[in-house]
């Protein structure tokens, strides 16, 4: 079964605006954590905010927040200000296991595409 | 600081040869280490993790396998490369006991012909 679903395959969005890419997640431990990875046309995989299951606030970081609604089991990321960098695969992911022991699951990704 | 090194970038190799790729983590000890692969236009697929030298857990049956010779050196093997073993691999590491945060390594993109 898909543990972390990542619906929007690719988006299309004007600079400057805000983008909201949607994440939900399947898992039946209390404990666990979901992050959000960008990978640019390099390879490389950027972290860019992490939110833990029993985190009340939801995390920010920069122009990235994650909108995490716990009981909907999604994990958004918010984009504000898009800007023309921002164009790459985003992954959401969740780990889950015992300390030391943790693993990720990734979602599919979602390609965003800023337009000038 | 730490950083992690994946060699090599890039590799062509021909169906039935072997494999070795290997990645290596500075500035830290005892990570827990990870080997990733990404098919093209796919999420990442979790192949094997390691909490310490010389243990080697595997995520799905496959064609390849992976050591931890030392504390910082992970490396993903096979003896035989398939057609399907196309992909770009990534290596990741995360401090024990700690793994809210996994740090990738640079990926090293590889097409079996």
């Known amino acids: 079964a898909q543990k972390i679903t990542q619906t929007q395959p690719g988006m299309f969005v004007q600079e400057k605006e805000a983008v909201t890419l949607d994440c939900t997640y399947d898992?039946?431990?209390?404990?666990?954590?979901l992050f959000w990875y960008k990978q640019p046309s390099s390879g490389e995989m950027i972290f860019l905010i992490y939110?833990?299951?029993?985190?009340?606030q939801n995390a920010t970081e920069g122009r990235y927040s994650l909108n995490f609604q716990k009981a909907r089991k999604s994990a958004n990321l918010v984009i504000s200000a898009s800007q023309l960098g921002d164009s790459a695969m985003y992954f959401c992911?969740?780990?889950?296991?015992?300390?030391?022991?943790?693993?990720?699951?990734f979602g599919t990704g979602t390609r965003l595409t800023i337009i000038p | 600081s730490q950083t992690i090194h994946q060699w090599p970038a890039t590799l062509v190799q021909p169906v039935g040869s072997p494999l070795s790729l290997e990645c290596t983590v500075e500035?830290?000890?005892?990570?827990?280490l990870y080997w990733y692969r990404q098919a093209a236009g796919r999420g990442l697929q979790l192949l094997f993790y390691?909490?310490?030298?010389?243990?080697i857990s595997s995520e799905v049956p496959q064609n390849l396998s992976a050591s931890r010779p030392q504390d910082r050196q992970f490396i993903l093997s096979s003896k035989k490369l398939l057609l399907s073993d196309s992909g770009f691999y990534l290596c990741?590491?995360?401090?024990?006991?700690?793994?809210?945060?996994?740090?990738f390594g640079p990926g090293t993109r590889l097409t079996v012909t």
């Open positions: 939110q833990g299951s029993y985190d009340e």
């Open positions: 500035g830290t000890s005892n990570p827990n």
């Open positions: 992911a969740m780990r889950e296991g015992q300390f030391g022991n943790e693993k990720l699951t």
């Open positions: 898992t039946s431990d209390q404990s666990y954590g």
């Open positions: 390691s909490v310490g030298i010389g243990q």
């Open positions: 990741a590491w995360s401090r024990p006991g700690q793994g809210i945060k996994q740090y």
